[in-house]
């Protein structure tokens, strides 16, 4: 098991920058793949960015690459999303997930522990 806690999300306008951050902790940091999603109104939750346990492969919405970055500090038991040139489609809850398997996959439904989420809005 792995207890997530996101910060880092607020209210800005379009075309700041924000970075979200997870704190990790439990099963051993390094041993797992790490995932980003966020869930906008009425709508499903959806893949944002990917990084493989030793950070040496990321995944990318074609919605966000470009403009976000994931990264994983393994020292600091951390995973974070650098968000720039935000735009307000990009309003959302911002998610961290662990999955436990070492192939990419984009699927909500198969990664293991959840964070709690964190709001960002991002005004036009």
């Known amino acids: 098991q792995v207890q997530l806690v996101e910060s880092g999300g607020g209210l800005v306008q379009a075309g700041d920058s924000l970075r979200l951050s997870c704190a990790a902790s439990g099963r051993t940091f390094s041993s797992y793949a790490m995932g980003w999603f966020r869930q906008a109104p009425g709508k499903e939750r959806a893949f944002v960015a990917r990084i493989s346990r030793t950070g040496s492969r990321l995944y990318y919405a074609d919605s966000v690459k470009g403009r976000f970055t994931i990264s994983r500090d393994n020292a600091k038991n951390t995973v974070y999303l650098q968000m720039n040139s935000l735009k307000p489609e990009d309003t959302a809850v911002y998610y961290c997930?662990?999955?436990?398997?070492?192939?990419?996959?984009?699927?909500?439904?198969?990664?293991?522990?959840w964070g709690q989420g964190t709001q960002v809005t991002v005004t036009s």
């Open positions: 997930a662990a999955d436990f398997k070492t192939y990419y996959d984009s699927d909500p439904s198969s990664y293991n522990d």
